[in-house]
């Protein structure tokens, strides 16, 4: 069974600063994509960014940015410069066949 | 090009009732997806659809029925609905199951069973 545990329910942050936020995950697969998606208040999915397991850099879009350590099965995103319109519920997850995701981490933006 | 549509939005529903929840995509993907969304639970796999033909079970598919229509609809069923089936449901879909492949989501329904 897949199991993705993200450990801080809630993270602020004030405008302009950085903010990381961490996941893990457990699989017996060495193939494997991890993905972080946002959720703001209107419901809507929208994927962040994607990791393959198989790759050593990580992966970065813009200000979003990922630690990934496959051997400690850990894979947390980074937003620099962090704006009031990333303030949403962001949840990472693990898709070897079928995504699962974590429990979700709640990024309020302080102006 | 309208993505992932989902309809109702909104659907109240009283103990026992049954209902459908409509899912279409016009972006002629292969794979379609049931997820329901609890507060601190993030969102659960219901059923899928690999490609059209062919249905699985998820994580948590007791009380739900599906059906792959065709390529683009893929609905989902509550027979007999339960409090415990008041959650925010969202339909997904993708170009192949798994792997690099993003899902993409529609804007959900929320159900609630009294």
């Known amino acids: ?11 602020s ?6 903010v990381t ?8 697969e060495s193939d494997y994509y991890l993905f972080w998606y946002k959720q703001p208040p209107s419901r809507q999915m929208i994927l962040v960014i994607r990791q393959e397991a198989y790759k050593q850099q990580n ?12 051997a400690a099965k850990s894979f947390s995103l980074k937003i620099s410069d962090s704006q009031l319109g990333d303030a949403a519920m962001y949840f990472c997850a693990h898709n070897d066949y079928k995504l699962s995701f974590g429990a979700g981490t709640t990024v309020t933006v302080r102006a | 090009n309208a993505g992932v549509t989902q309809t109702p939005k909104f659907q109240v529903l009283k103990t026992g009732q049954s209902m459908t929840l409509q899912c279409a ?3 002629n993907h292969n794979s379609m997806y049931w997820y329901r969304q609890d507060p601190g639970m993030g969102l659960r796999l219901i059923y899928y ?3 059209e033909g062919t249905t699985d079970k998820g994580e948590v ?3 739900y029925n599906v059906s792959r229509l065709n390529k683009r609809e893929f609905s989902l069923r509550l027979e007999s609905a339960a409090p415990s089936q008041t959650s925010v449901y969202f339909c997904a879909s993708s170009e192949a199951p798994g792997g690099r ?14």
């Open chain 1, 1 to 11: 069974a897949q199991t993705v545990t993200q450990s801080q329910p809630e993270m």
């Open chain 1, 13 to 18: 942050v004030q405008e302009a600063e950085t």
């Open chain 1, 21 to 28: 936020l961490s996941c893990t995950y457990d699989t017996s």
């Open chain 1, 59 to 70: 992966a970065t879009e813009n200000r979003f940015s990922v630690n990934f350590q496959k």
């Open chain 2, 25 to 27: 995509q016009d972006m």
């Open chain 2, 49 to 51: 659809s690999a490609s």
């Open chain 2, 61 to 63: 598919p007791n009380g």
């Open chain 2, 101 to 114: 492949y993003e899902q993409y989501f529609g804007p959900g329904t929320r159900l609630t069973v009294t």
